[in-house]
């Protein structure tokens, strides 16, 4: 069974630009969650995605947005970029009906911003 | 919103030794807690979880324990060896949906 695909792996981006992330979840997964991490922050919540529908959404600004495919696939899309965004974007998928349970990671993209 | 709090920050054992890492939580209301293993450069790997109805869980050298009322939870990894150095992350989820509330990290090392 293929993992959580993640890409790209890297992107270096200048100021005031704007960035696409892609999430392929693994075969069967309907929720897709996106975290930061940064060395000073750790990993922070940005938001999760259950068939197609935003369920949760952490403490980031409107910049940082996302959507869900109906093959769950996702995306997130951070606006306006500003030097503090670079960080490792990580998306996590879990499947099953349970609201809360095991969430599989995938590699992350490494998001550079100049 | 929870709030999860991890000790220590670093750590350092002998190979073979054990090691033990804490974390506490805020919210009561928390009933999923799992940990993750993160090596340089790749993404957090679940290593173990448990759930609030179940005291300890072990996996071969892992152990995970909960103590509900004292709202802190623990991992015990014994026989430790080389491969185990890495990042240790702790997390704790609301039964509200796949939103995980991560600790701060500890950086194991095992010496050879």
Same mark, same amino acid.
């Given at each position: *069974?293929a ?8 992107l270096i *981006? ?7 992330l892609s999430?392929?979840?693994i075969?069967g997964?309907?929720?897709v969650?996106?975290?930061q991490?940064?060395p ?10 259950f ?5 949760? *959404?952490g403490?980031?600004?409107g ?8 093959n769950?696939?996702s ?14 974007y ?8 349970v609201?809360n349970?095991?969430a599989?990671f ?5 998001l550079?911003?100049? | 919103g929870e ?5 220590p920050?670093t750590?350092?054992v002998?190979?073979?030794d054990?090691?033990?890492?804490k ?7 928390s009933?999923?807690f799992p940990w993750?293993k993160?090596?340089? #450069?790749k #993404?957090p790997q679940l ?5 609030s109805n179940? #005291? ?6 892992i152990?995970v324990t909960l103590?509900?009322?004292?709202k802190?939870f623990s991992l015990?990894?014994?026989e430790t060896q ?6 240790y992350?702790?997390a704790a989820s609301l039964?509200? #949906?796949?939103?995980?509330y991560?600790g ?5 090392t095992?010496i050879?």
């Open positions: *069974k993992g959580v695909t993640q890409t790209p792996r890297y *981006k200048t100021r005031g630009q704007q960035v696409t999430c392929s979840p075969s997964h309907r929720s969650s996106w975290y991490q940064t000073g922050q750790g990993l922070q919540f940005l938001f999760e995605y068939s197609e529908t935003q369920r949760n *959404k403490n980031f600004p910049r940082f947005s996302g959507r869900q495919f109906s769950s696939r995306e997130m899309n951070v606006s306006t970029l500003e030097l503090g965004d670079s960080a490792l990580l998306c996590a998928s879990s499947g099953g009906q609201l349970t095991e599989f995938g590699q992350g993209t490494r550079t911003v100049v | 709030n999860v709090e991890q000790h920050s750590l350092s002998q190979e073979g054990s090691a033990v890492i974390c506490t939580y805020s919210d009561s209301a009933n999923y993750y993160q090596e340089l #450069g #993404g290593i173990i979880d448990i759930r179940v #005291g300890e869980k072990k996996d071969q050298r152990a103590n509900k009322t004292a802190h015990h990894i014994t080389p491969e185990d150095s890495a990042v992350f702790c039964p509200t #949906g796949n939103q995980f991560f701060t990290g500890t950086s194991l095992v050879p």
